[in-house]
């Protein structure tokens, strides 16, 4: 992709952030737009071959595999994967030694989140259904739990246990029977959080393994390791790679990319307030990118005030600055009307709507992760505990694929019970295009269940 | 794998087919079984590679690509893309030209499969879904079908009208607006009944083109064909290789191997009804699988008598002996609870329960694609006409995923809309989970809508 120059409206100075302005209005906006959102996963070949390599000797060897690539990667040096379990006491002292207002927010936290997620279940056709022709054929549907789901925790500085929550519990409220985490410990350093927050979650089993070992673990189950089927939750390039290899031996949730926001201000909120929203995505990685849509040229001027004004007194400035320099952007826009059009295209994965009357515009919108309505709805109350999940898609991804839901853990079973009757009209029916598909058997076992049979 | 031997319970001269037979009350049985399902579909590196370079070279040089790989691959010389389109008047003319009777199953085919999606789309969810909390915060989903879909339909000898309408019709249903279908005419070979069900089924705009480099076109887009938002329908390695790439910037389906079929029979159906049903599945290809579990071993020999008597009638005998012989087994079962054990572990596409009080034993099947209940029920009806989807996850998935269905052509955008009240008690949750994980933008955001800010 050629490499677009981007308009700068003013000069920037030192210590001013040159965060890129568009105009929507001009010819090349769409150009450029295309450019902004352009963002391919590295496919990295030597990573792919070494998550296969890794997924191949995890199959063969199960356990001793695991142990010695955890034993390398996180520079442990335990002796065997049972001793990588953590007991689910260990996980309740990790959340009674939590401040009483850090345990207070998890678990209200939790409540909400569960809350929001047994509604989705009902509302969302759980039951299944079924209707009874005038013949007597029923048709219908069964839903089911997945019987075991494997829970990917990133270690390290992206160790959130906002995500085991959001992960845990739609497949605890699913009814999945059992939930097995993987979090990597580099240097056996636990995250209290992380076990605090799998221990409200209902997490059934913690073992402290990463990367692609963890993945084969869990997609082939070992020894120690229960086999799952399916994995979900964010990790590294080797973990992504992993997951899209045993695709397939197991279910997997989306492969994520960096995380976005797309606000549509009609510039009657607090200019502070947004350029805070635009940071609070802009802090999370370089990468992630944050665009602001606007019809108030004046408006995004006071914006951009606001961002050079508090970005110095942010502990995450270098990330914030990064991430808004290469992957941000702030676009005058038409009208509100044109903002939602260029929201549809871009199909974000927060998308806020700062303005008055916000379900007028939100009406208007096609595609989103997660709608956040009007301007007490930062991205942030959605992202802890709102209720709704943060697992959401990104990389425009929501033009096809739904927040992380229920409906994740629950597969359907197509229910075909045929009556004698039926089976008269349904049995010519389906004779006749067997023939013409060339398959006999198909026709002939549908011609068996006829009373007068051909011959 | 280690090869395992099966036993033969009988002697099998030159006209008998060598199908094996199983005991699962023998110790041996579940690695006869492990064996038996084992499956893996060949990941030819060389596949893959030729289908990256297809997609990179339609993704840079477009309409031009296409062209030279479908005259090359499929002996055409075509002289542009646009003469690659069928328009309606010919789709709707190869429908007209069908014999009534032919037309006219596949209408009723086209209009079951619409009546049962079009329940489905109601009862799972379709309409979205809100709620208002004690301090007036709206939380819910939003329910949106997809902007435009692309449906792959194999040519040659896999050419089904039947997966058409089964991959067209939920789209439709969904409210997709534009379904996209690409069929290879090999040889300029066009299939009357592929494009008759494109008519019945409402399909938008039809390309003769295939394999890698179609997938390509339909992800990417091209100047003469529009970029899609998901590919669905079945194609051969490197359309599945193609497909496995694109996932992420288009939605795809599942990647489906070799058609199935599980018969749980406790000896009450006529044997040479089973016998035929086993046939129907094992008449597609060398690869697909039919097993019987039946507790009764005199029937289990009705049924192997019958399947050595009938073989020689079949048009399509060598595929259906080779896939019996290579693929299929007759389990004998300790009773019908052990056999809906099994049929737990085996979680197939296709599960015929051909019994006394099939409910009685469906509602302890936990994982199937389809259920076919009773012994009217044959699966070459759910096949071509009962409503349900005949596209079903295959080779154990369905211990995590479903049939296509109208839910595969919408998703779910959150709804999250916070009161002043509302954001007053979630903002200070939010604030001190944010803080915890070292994330302060998020913490500010939220607390910027707190009347008393802390400073």
Chains 1, 2 share one sequence.
């Not at 998890?106 to 039951?127: F, N």
Request: a negative charge; proline letters at 5%.
């Amino acid at each position: 992709m050629k490499k677009l120059r981007f308009n700068k409206t003013q000069q920037t100075g030192s210590n001013m952030i040159a965060i890129r302005k568009l105009d929507a209005g001009l010819p090349d906006f769409q150009a450029h737009l295309t450019a902004l959102l352009a963002f391919e996963a590295s496919e990295d070949e030597a990573i792919d071959q070494a998550a296969a390599r890794i997924l191949a000797d995890v199959k063969a060897r199960g356990d001793a595999a695991v142990l010695e690539y955890t034993n390398r990667f996180d520079r442990l040096s335990a002796n065997s994967v049972s001793l990588l379990e953590i007991g689910q006491q260990e996980l309740q002292a990790a959340l009674a030694e939590l401040s009483p207002e850090r345990r207070g927010a998890l678990q209200t936290a939790a409540d909400r989140v569960r809350s929001y997620h047994q509604r989705q279940k009902i509302e969302c056709g759980s039951d299944g259904f079924s209707y009874t022709e005038a013949d007597g054929t029923v048709l219908g549907q069964k839903v089911t739990p997945l019987d075991r789901v494997g829970i990917y925790v990133p270690g390290g500085k992206a160790a959130y246990p906002s995500s085991v929550l959001m992960n845990a519990i739609p497949a605890k409220v699913a009814g999945v029977q059992e939930i097995i985490m993987v979090v990597p410990t580099p240097d056996g350093v636990k995250n209290p959080l992380v076990l605090a927050a799998a221990a409200i979650a209902g997490v059934d089993r913690v073992f402290t393994i990463g990367g692609a070992q963890a993945v084969a673990a869990l997609a082939y189950g070992t020894a120690t390791i229960p086999q799952v089927d399916k994995i979900v939750g964010p990790g590294n390039a080797y973990v992504a790679a992993a997951k899209r290899r045993v695709f397939g031996t197991v279910g997997i949730d989306m492969i994520a990319g960096p995380s976005e926001i797309l606000v549509i201000c009609d510039g009657t909120t607090d200019p502070d307030w947004i350029a805070m929203d635009l940071f609070s995505q802009a802090e999370h990685d370089e990468l992630a990118q944050s665009i602001l849509l606007c019809p108030d040229a004046a408006y995004i001027a006071a914006v951009e005030a606001s961002i050079n004004r508090q970005l110095p007194l942010m502990p995450r400035q270098e990330v914030i600055r990064t991430s808004l320099v290469n992957r941000g952007a702030l676009v005058k826009v038409r009208d509100m009307e044109h903002a939602c059009e260029i929201a549809n295209h871009i199909a974000a994965e927060h998308l806020e709507i700062s303005a008055e009357n916000p379900q007028h515009w939100a009406d208007r919108i096609r595609h989103a992760g997660a709608m956040f309505l009007g301007r007490f709805s930062s991205e942030a109350l959605g992202d802890y505990c709102a209720g709704p999940n943060h697992v959401l898609p990104t990389s425009r991804t929501a033009r096809f694929s739904s927040p992380l839901g229920v409906y994740d853990f629950q597969k359907r079973s197509s229910i075909i019970n045929i009556s004698e009757a039926g089976a008269q009209t349904l049995g010519q029916v389906a004779a006749e295009l067997a023939y013409g598909e060339g398959l006999q058997a198909h026709a002939r076992s549908a011609e068996y269940r006829l009373k007068d049979k051909p011959q």
